[in-house]
């Protein structure tokens, strides 16, 4: 009841955020012709497909472009994937059309000329606004744009838009639904309406899967690229912690927040981390974590044999936790079957020794998180140029004047009432912080580094608090869509800059069994 209410009212208000800037006339104007001008067929292409249709003059970023707006217009009232687009996309397309005529083939960029979707927590010095989904931060000014999309820029790329989320990551209210935020309203899966989208990426993974936009951004703490690319039936990889940049980006905890992309393909999202990772001096953890990067990048590592020699560890308690003989469990058997015919060594029944301490773990993380936020988000909010908020506790009275608008008394804000009574790192959270770095070193790792193992393999998202405590990488691939079509993946897992294999086995995985299909917006 309260649901259907709010994604009606909350329509209303998305379309007038979305489009208030827009000349709604030249957008439809766009969208009737965008399949008449050319034939090249833009949905379900990759980066790839895109440049060597740019190459051979069979498309221009700003038909690109063009077509991802008009998507955008006929699809997001549906789907509320995307919360701003940004009012000088078309000219970064006709810059880099220009550009790919000047310039020599050779020296242009990764990402040029490809549109992407950010996050709403990823800051953008330009004309939209960066306000992790809430009123509270509209019309704030950001100092500088975010370490990922000063190197998203160079690599040629074209900021598309901001996507919804989960409203501040997920991190203001235990009872909102995920993909539910005050600007962006309730985002959509589009493969079964009906269905959980999952957060608090959503509206990254809804809209890179319902083709509003070629590739985009997510951010992690716990599970946030991972159970959205699951859920909608995309590739999303977690980043090792400071592989990329958090600099810029509203903040859960620098301990656990780790920047990454979420894209239709494995390849994509290897190119899209070329792109992102490495060295930013506003964040401290890149240093470290670029030496993980390796020479010539990710994108060697899309081999279609990769998955041969590989050492992949099964943990059945609990992450297979399907009733046996289940069609998810016939899907993993057969997915665990497909692994060995690739090459793959797949060791079975494994055990991680501490794993019946994961309960207490996820309430030492809470601890840890609630002290880090305040301090993180308060940090955050001061350094903004002007911004109507200052302080966590500005943000809670905001909420509670403008309770109606923020959605506040259906879902309250227990979390920030929570972090805003922490004071600081103390002797609970030490503790809390030691749980969780022996959690790590005696279960996760042990298992890792006894076994040699490449990989673990899990069913969903159901690994991502022993990756986000320990600061690992994970990626997502598409693997079963369910009886009534609700998608599910799977992840592959391992150890601080084990992106190299990840791809390789994830590119494997995905070439092997080529699972993901468009959505078909099933309600
Ligand atoms: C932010 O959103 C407001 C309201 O939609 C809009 O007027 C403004 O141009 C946007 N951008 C910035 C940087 O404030």
Redesign the pocket.
């Given at each position: 009841m309260h649901c259907l209410k709010m994604a009606t009212s909350s329509i209303a208000i998305l379309a007038?955020?979305l489009f208030?800037?827009l000349l709604l006339p030249t957008l439809l104007a766009i969208s009737a012709q965008s399949n008449a001008i050319h034939a090249f067929p833009i949905r379900e292409a990759t980066i790839k497909d895109l440049q060597l249709a740019f190459k051979q003059n069979k498309l221009t970023s700003r038909q690109l472009v063009e077509f991802y707006l008009g998507e955008i217009h006929r699809l997001n009232p549906l789907l509320h994937g995307v919360i701003?687009v940004n009012p000088d996309a078309l000219s970064q397309a006709d810059k880099a059309d220009y550009e790919r005529k000047v310039k020599a083939a050779g020296s242009l960029r990764g990402l040029h000329g490809i549109p992407i979707l950010l996050k709403d927590n990823i800051a953008t010095k330009?004309?939209?606004?960066t306000t992790a989904g809430s009123y509270a931060l509209?019309?704030s000014?950001v100092p500088r744009d975010a370490g990922v999309v000063v190197k998203l820029r160079k690599a040629g790329a074209i900021i598309l838009g901001k996507a919804s989320l989960s409203e501040w990551s997920n991190f203001r209210s235990s009872k909102a639904p995920s993909g539910f935020s005050g600007r962006g309203g309730q985002g959509k899966n589009p493969y079964v309406l009906s269905a959980d989208p999952c957060g608090s990426s959503s509206g990254s993974a809804i809209s890179v899967a319902a083709n509003l936009a070629a590739v985009s951004l997510g951010t992690e703490t716990d599970g946030s690229i991972l159970c959205p690319s699951s859920s909608n039936s995309v590739v999303g990889l977690k980043p090792t912690l400071g592989l990329t940049s958090r600099a810029g980006v509203i903040p859960i905890t620098p301990r656990q927040d780790s920047v990454g992309p979420i894209c239709r393909t494995v390849a994509d999202a290897a190119y899209v981390l070329d792109a992102i990772a490495g060295f930013d001096h506003y964040d401290p953890a890149t240093r470290a974590a670029s030496e993980y990067i390796p020479r010539g990048g990710y994108k060697q590592f899309l081999r279609p044999h990769g998955l041969k020699g590989k050492r992949l560890g099964i943990v059945r308690n609990p992450f297979f936790n399907f009733d046996e003989g289940s069609p998810l469990a016939q899907v993993f058997d057969h997915h665990l079957h497909t692994l060995r015919q690739e090459g793959a060594l797949v060791i079975d029944h494994l055990e991680i020794g501490n794993i019946n301490s994961l309960n207490s773990i996820a309430n030492d993380e809470t601890t840890a998180m609630l002290a880090e936020f305040k301090l993180a988000i308060n940090a955050y909010l001061k350094e903004l140029v002007t911004s109507p908020v200052r302080s966590l506790a500005e943000v809670i009275a905001f909420n509670n004047k403008f309770s109606d608008l923020e959605k506040i008394k259906a879902y309250g804000q227990d979390f920030f009432l929570l972090a805003e009574a922490t004071n600081g790192i103390g002797k609970k959270e030490k503790a809390a912080i030691l749980n969780l770095e022996k959690f790590t070193r005696d279960g996760f790792e042990k298992l890792m580094t006894r076994n040699k193992l490449d990989a673990l393999v899990t069913p969903g998202y159901a690994v991502s608090t022993l990756l986000a405590v320990g600061g690992f990488p994970g990626i997502n691939v598409p693997a079963v869509y369910a009886g009534d079509g609700e998608p599910f993946g799977i992840c592959f897992g391992g150890l601080k800059g084990s992106e190299p294999k990840l791809i390789e086995v994830a590119y494997g995985f995905e070439q092997a069994t080529k699972i993901r299909k468009p959505p078909s917006f099933k309600s």
């Open positions: 007038f955020s208030s800037h701003e330009d004309k939209m606004n509209l019309r000014v």
